[in-house]
């Protein structure tokens, strides 16, 4: 029997965001035969004709894109589920001081838990995105086990936004882009004469858009000025707006750049950058130098974790993390694991960890899970 005589049937709703990402996902899975239809889902209304929330033109773009493919779309509002599960938090988050990342809580919220959920009351057998990752079904120890690997294309690799998703998330979900590139992709769409083929990523906060980050914030929490402090000697050189509005090896924006005080090995004046915050004195300390060491840590501690498998790795094995999104994988211990606590020790001292971010942990390909930086 053929792949496609397989897959014929077998129904599958994409996530059709309006990109060209989940354009193609939806394209290949027809191609390969299953049943596909799109989804269409719209998480965000509170300001949405400012120019800077582009809905209504994604909306447009994946309604021209199934045209093509040939493919139903149906479009679902979750904006009240995104505001309670995800937005309130994001906002709980910055009030407290911390840099949360509202990316990956969307992700296991809303596009696999709103999403899958509602995909499932339409009949559908599993769920597609087009997130370049891969799930694979492992075999071992008389257990079937969904485990969330790294795409092909490191580069473009988005398993760190995936690593609250659980088994139950995993057996149901199709990655279609894990083995291609982006440059791959585009020229698929290219080929197809899908309109969204050279449309540029969207980038900013998931489902909200691009926009400026301070002015977007202070609708939301009010400005609360303080002290900017200079770490090692407690001198007052400025005054914040808020703390919400920075975040740990900031540079830019802490208007303070004409102190200039300690000078690199060319003579040249360093800048400031945040080391970190007092939220009950409300201070913002700062220090001069990105090699500074306040800036350097080998240790974090993880607190909310997820384990994908539903089981904690060993504690003392060597592993690799990621301390941030960008950041490269480094090798690791789990020093102390306990139930909702972990100790990450770092082979090599990392650079502004970010209490709020995720740290994911991996195991050659295999994306074991994280936590969130305390």
């Known amino acids: 029997m053929s792949a496609s005589n397989i897959m014929d049937g077998m129904r ?26 799109g989804l269409f889902m719209k998480n965000w209304e509170d300001d949405d004709g400012d120019g800077y929330c582009s809905s209504r033109q994604d909306l447009i773009d994946a309604a021209s894109a199934c045209d093509v493919i040939g493919i139903d779309l149906e479009v679902m509002n979750f904006s009240r589920e995104y505001k309670e599960r995800v937005f309130a ?8 001081g911390r840099t949360p990342n509202p990316d990956i809580l969307c992700n296991s919220e809303i596009k696999f838990r709103c999403f899958l959920d509602h995909a499932m009351d339409m009949g559908a057998e599993c769920i597609a995105t087009g997130h370049y990752a891969q799930v ?5 120890g008389g257990s079937r ?26 057996a149901k979900t199709l990655f279609p882009l894990g083995a291609l590139t982006k440059r791959e992709v585009r020229r698929i769409a290219a080929e197809a004469g899908l309109p969204v083929a050279a449309k540029k990523d969207s980038t900013g906060i998931c489902f909200i858009g691009e926009r400026p980050f301070r002015e977007f914030l202070m609708r939301y929490l009010p400005t609360r000025p303080g002290e900017i402090r200079n770490l090692d000697d407690g001198r007052v050189l400025g005054e914040h707006q808020g703390l ?35 939220v009950a004195a409300n201070v913002l300390t700062v220090v001069q130098g990105r090699d500074h060491p306040a800036l350097l840590k080998n240790r974090l501690t993880a607190l909310d974790l997820n384990w994908i498998a539903g089981r904690r790795p060993h504690a003392h094995w060597v ?29 090599q001292p990392q650079w502004a960890l970010t209490p709020g971010q995720s740290v994911v942990l991996y195991e050659s390909q295999v994306c074991l899970g994280g936590g969130i930086i305390a």
């Open 136 to 140: 694979r079904a492992w075999e071992g």
């Open 12 to 37: 599958v709703v994409v996530g059709i965001s309006g990109g060209v990402d989940s354009a193609v996902a939806a394209l290949l899975l027809k191609r390969q035969g299953y049943a596909v239809s």
């Open 145 to 170: 086990e969904f485990q969330l690997l790294k795409a092909e294309d490191g580069t473009k690799d988005q398993s760190y936004f995936l690593y609250r998703l659980t088994q139950a998330q995993l």
């Open 244 to 278: 919400m509005y920075h975040t740990v090896g900031q540079r830019k924006g802490l208007g303070i750049g004409g102190i200039r005080e300690r000078q690199d090995a060319a003579g040249e004046h360093e800048a400031w950058y945040v080391a970190g915050k007092d």
């Open 319 to 347: 592993y690799a993390a990621k301390p941030r999104y960008r950041a490269p994988d480094m090798p690791c211990v789990i020093d102390l694991l306990e139930e909702d606590r972990a100790e990450i020790v770092f082979a």
């Open 89 to 96: 938090d994001f906002l709980r988050e910055y009030e407290a």
